[in-house]
Nanobody
Framework: QVQLVESGGGLVQAGGSLRLACATS????????MAWFRQAPGKEREFVAA????????YYADFVKGRFTISRDNAKNTMYLQMNSLKPEDTAVYYC?????????????????WGQGTQVTVSS
């Protein structure tokens, strides 16, 4: 089993920055892809960014390219999402997710493990 715990959310003004963290524990050897998703009120959960846990290419949704950066600290078993130039439309609950197949996909239904989410609110 894999446990994921997000942290780092909060309230920030438009143009500001936040860094989210996803601490992992348990059978981390079964995780191949780590990803961030977000869900705004009344909307479906959407893909934000993903990374192969073993290293390699990163993947981003078009709406965050150039603003968000996904990274990992393998020694700490932690994944990060650095969010810069935040916009009010980035307001959502952000979730960390993992899947046990070494293929990056953007459909949330293909991820086996989820954290509890962390709220990000961007004021205008």
């Amino acid at each position: 089993q894999v446990q994921l715990v997000e942290s780092g959310g909060g309230l920030v003004q438009a143009g500001g920055s936040l860094r989210l963290a996803c601490a992992t524990s348990g059978r981390t050897s079964s995780m191949y892809v780590m990803a961030w998703f977000r869900q705004a009120p009344g909307k479906e959960r959407e893909f934000v960014a993903a990374d192969l846990w073993s290293g390699g290419s990163t993947y981003y949704a078009d709406f965050v390219k150039g603003r968000f950066t996904i990274s990992r600290d393998n020694a700490k078993n932690t994944m990060y999402l650095q969010m810069n130039s935040l916009k009010p439309e980035d307001t959502a609950v952000y979730y960390c997710a993992a899947r046990g197949i070494r293929v990056v996909v953007t459909d949330a239904r293909n991820y086996n493990y989820w954290g509890q989410g962390t709220q990000v609110t961007v004021s205008s």
